[in-house]
């Protein structure tokens, strides 16, 4: 067909999609006229959508996750919008943490202005690949206008309870020279520089996580729309636990300084089997109850002890034990039980005190074998007999309750409850439940965060900073380079200020907050960003949340997830909000992954696709290593500025969306970026190459009846097409299938064009035009800027993102003819074309005498015939 210019733009014809061309100017018409700025309200009484990918930590560049995180929910976005949905789709930045005081640092630069570059940079590398975005709803966390409402949230929950001060001991993180919550510690290091994590006795402020630990799991029963590998982890963190507290009365209580040692125990049906006591190493009752003769020995294994327990998994340690000299009593049998110091005891569970049954649990079991500790057996496996002295390992589980005085015989689950019954008739214990979660430590020994308001008084204690005098802000003139405390003591101004209960003399707090407060409630100031006097506007709140589609890491399930859920339920006890959990749905993505390569020689970690398989360093053969999540330190690392350059924005997006399912990893392949773009450009030139007959033709809107066989059969194609792309973007976030079933229509229209004479009746034209403008249509949310052009090289109205989606037609769907696989006693043997209407016995009678068939049951006795309609066959034969 001959070429025509488009009216639309000056670009020159080319056979070429020329992205460097188009795809600017379709990002200028959508900023120009505001096509994604989300509706304040709609009298026609469309659905709201609230779409939310997790706002990035300004770093310097976005990389590839990011691409794929952002175009996931791009997608979503777009083709909610063609649906009819009101739709709040926002960005903004992560912009406090420690890596821009790392960088202030290295290159002698302040961190508000290392930020501020970075985001000016990020923002327009996103803005380059055409996502989205209501840029009018941005926030970022580094500002004053935002954090003064983290201020503010502080204050109120110091106000209600949920925050306070305690001397405890933290993770301490030497790299970072800041606290560490117990969710950034991994395997005993930190989350982000992997630094050794140790122990120290620091003044830290909390959040009172545990006062919702009951809600915050009962509520993972409730998030049909989550991941179950998320729920389970909150759930494991949350770590719920009922039992029974039982009291150990001390030996020597005046000199321990308490009257009792108390436990918490899942297992109070083994409360008579007690041969010892363990003490987790920082229990504070370890420095009293220690006998003299044995203090140093016990002081230097405690110190010890921490140590590893800082940089080792408790689980995964030698048990190791020593005795303190010291006894207690058990409550119900009167036996005398002594305490040992041990290193698999955590602190931070229960009370940090465990009574020890080697018989029934075998950490004890191997504890004991090892110190030469008595073993009692308490339960019995029915039909069989346990010897203390032949155990070679502890039986765990129910059985008939012995030795346990007025509970032998009963089945041990029962014997559970009757104990605990008893401990409370002695007034020695109660039924309990025990949580594994702890308060959250925010307080952060680093200078780019959000100030804790809070002034220290000698005359008035703690006090909170005033709501009219927020925000506290950040000053200038800190030495964050110095080294053990926190930077904002350095500044002289800041820190030193007046009372504002008595006016006297004050010091300000000098810790900031923990990033992760930030992120807990940034959904909820994107709906009102420009609002001066609350963190947000009711209204939008109730307008807008919850959000209905969360899009982001696994990694974050026990951190970012789990405050941000927290946060939602303390700012609806404050009155704000009428909800109860921040995200209905949530989808964690997978990584973007490469091949790593190391040097043979040196060691040194290498790009896998290094010039001649070479060592940048040595210049030896590489080893081509594991294909691992790309990584700055694992020199794997692409850039999307130059794929995007090279190829454009849409393939970039469709790459990563058509390589793996949203949900699993991605193997970065520059032949699957090079397949993408094949792909848009036979689209371009299949638009192209019919443009004048698409303009002038109007697409079919009848009845499939109506059509010839040809016709008819693109038509169906046309319609399967947009039932299997709506179905996989709305129900199950297919993406890679979407765009696949895209590509099969495309290669249909092909076939259709490939006899030199594609359009010669009006009926072809007009489904040829159809298929053409829902190809256009279904990838549009995927690739936006060609469906943009190529929307109007075929005469379309308005803008292809303007348009309505593409439904099917149900009658469209329904075949001529249907393909029926004949197999005989369980193997394929012929495959039948049949009438779309063909019945049972006709299908029976066509098979029997079909000569593929005859040839395999000739001789041979049918001893049955099934038939699964539309699709098998199966003859079994004798």
């Known amino acids: 067909m001959p070429h025509t210019p488009n009216d639309n733009n000056n670009d020159t014809y080319n056979d070429k999609y020329n992205h460097q061309e188009i795809e600017p100017r379709w990002q200028s018409k959508w900023e120009e006229q505001g096509d994604f700025v989300a509706p304040d309200s709609d009298s026609n009484g469309r659905e709201k959508y609230y779409v939310l990918e997790m706002f990035p930590y300004p770093s310097g560049n976005i990389h590839m996750g990011h ?60 803005k380059r690949l055409g996502l989205s975005y209501d840029w009018s709803t941005e926030v970022a966390t580094c500002l004053p206008d935002y954090y003064r409402w983290s201020q503010w949230f502080f204050v109120k929950f110091l106000e209600k309870g949920l925050a306070y001060r305690d001397r405890s001991s933290v993770n301490w993180c030497p790299g970072c020279e800041t606290v560490l919550a117990n969710e950034q510690v991994d395997e005993g290091l930190c989350w982000r520089c992997e630094s050794e994590v140790t122990d120290r006795e620091l003044d830290q402020w909390f959040f009172k996580i545990t006062d919702y630990a009951e809600e915050l799991l009962e509520y993972t029963d409730k998030l049909p729309g989550w991941p179950e590998a998320v729920l389970a982890a909150q759930k494991n963190w949350i770590g719920k636990s009922t039992g029974a507290m039982a009291s150990f009365p001390l030996e020597d209580s005046e000199n321990a300084g308490a009257a009792s040692i108390d436990i918490f125990t899942t297992r109070p049906d083994t409360l008579y089997g007690v041969t010892f006591m363990s003490l987790a190493p920082e229990h504070p009752l370890i420095s009293t109850l220690t006998t003299n003769d044995r203090k140093a020995d016990v002081e230097a294994f405690v110190k010890r002890v921490k140590t590893e327990k800082a940089v080792k998994d408790p689980g995964q340690m030698e048990k190791e034990g020593l005795f303190t000299g010291a006894y207690c009593t058990n409550p119900l049998t009167g036996d005398r039980v002594p305490i040992y110091a041990a290193n698999f005891v955590l602190m931070g569970y229960g009370t940090g005190a465990v009574m020890a049954v080697p018989a029934h649990d075998q950490r004890d079991f191997e504890f004991a074998s090892e110190y030469g500790l008595p073993v009692k057996v308490v339960i019995q496996p029915e039909g069989a007999e346990l010897d203390s002295e032949t155990m070679t390992e502890a039986y765990t589980e129910p059985g008939l309750m012995v030795s346990s005085g007025p509970f032998d015989g009963l089945l041990s689950t ?465």
């Open 67 to 126: 691409v794929r995180n952002y175009s996931i929910g791009d997608v979503l976005s777009r083709f909610l919008r063609m649906k009819g949905f009101r739709v709040l789709h926002p960005m903004g930045w992560d912009s406090f943490g420690l890596p821009a005081e790392n960088a202030a640092k290295e290159h002698g630069t302040h961190p508000a202005s290392w930020t501020r570059d970075n985001i000016a940079k990020m923002r327009s590398q996103l």
């Open 414 to 878: 029962v014997a559970k409850e009757k104990i605990t019954e008893l401990l409370e008739k002695k007034e020695a214990g109660r039924k309990d439940t025990n949580y594994r979660l702890r308060d959250w430590g925010i307080s952060r020994q680093r200078y780019w965060g959000c100030p804790i308001p809070i002034i220290y008084c000698q005359e008035c204690g703690a006090v909170p900073v005033p709501e009219d005098q927020l925000p506290v802000l950040l000053p200038e003139d800190v030495d964050f380079k110095a080294k053990g405390l926190s930077p904002l003591e350095s500044s002289k101004a800041f820190v030193n200020t007046n009372c504002p209960k008595c006016n006297g003399e004050a010091r300000r707090e000098t810790d900031t907050m923990d990033t992760f407060v930030d992120s807990s409630w940034y959904f909820l100031r994107y709906l009102s960003p420009q609002k001066d006097d609350s963190p947000f506007d009711p209204v939008d709140a109730a307008k807008w949340m919850a959000v209905d589609q969360y899009i982001g890491g696994i990694e974050h399930a026990v951190m970012h997830l789990l405050y941000a859920r927290f946060f939602t339920k303390a700012v609806r006890d404050l009155g704000l909000i009428d909800f109860d959990e921040p995200f209905i749905k949530l989808l964690t993505q997978g990584m973007v992954c490469k091949e790593t390569a190391k040097c043979a020689k040196c060691g040194y970690l290498t790009p896998a696709d290094s010039e001649g398989g070479k060592c940048a360093k040595c210049g030896a053969d590489v080893d081509i290593g594991r294909v691992e999540k790309m990584s700055k330190s694992k020199k794997n690392v692409i850039d999307p500025d130059h794929i995007i350059k090279r190829y454009g924005a849409d393939t970039t997006r469709l790459f990563t969306l058509f390589a793996s399912p949203p949900t699993k990893d991605l193997d970065w392949s520059e032949e699957g970026v090079e397949g993408s773009s094949r792909f848009l450009n036979r689209v371009w030139r299949l638009v192209i190459d019919n443009e004048v007959i698409l303009k002038k033709t109007e697409p079919f809107s009848g009845k499939a009846g109506e059509l010839k066989s040809e016709a008819r059969n693109l038509h169906r194609k046309t319609h399967e097409t947009i039932q299997k792309v709506t179905d996989d973007i709305e129900r199950r976030f297919h993406y890679n299938t979407a765009i696949s079933a895209i590509m099969e229509l495309v290669n249909t229209l092909y076939l259709t064009t490939a006899d030199g004479e594609p359009l010669k009746d009006i009926e072809t034209a007009r489904t040829f035009k159809e298929a053409v403008s829902s190809v256009v249509l279904l990838l549009s949310p995927f690739a936006p800027h060609i469906s943009e052009e190529l929307w109007l090289r075929i005469g379309g109205e308005g803008r292809a993102s303007e348009q309505q989606w593409p439904t099917f037609d149900k009658e469209a769907l329904v075949k001529d003819e249907i393909n029926v696989v004949v197999q005989i006693n369980g193997k394929v043997r012929a495959k039948l074309s049949l009438p779309a209407s063909v019945t049972k016995e006709e299908v029976e009678e066509i098979t029997k005498t079909d000569e593929n068939v005859l040839k395999w049951i000739e001789g041979k006795t049918i001893r049955k015939f099934i038939y699964i309609p539309q699709k098998l066959v199966n003859l079994v034969v004798t």
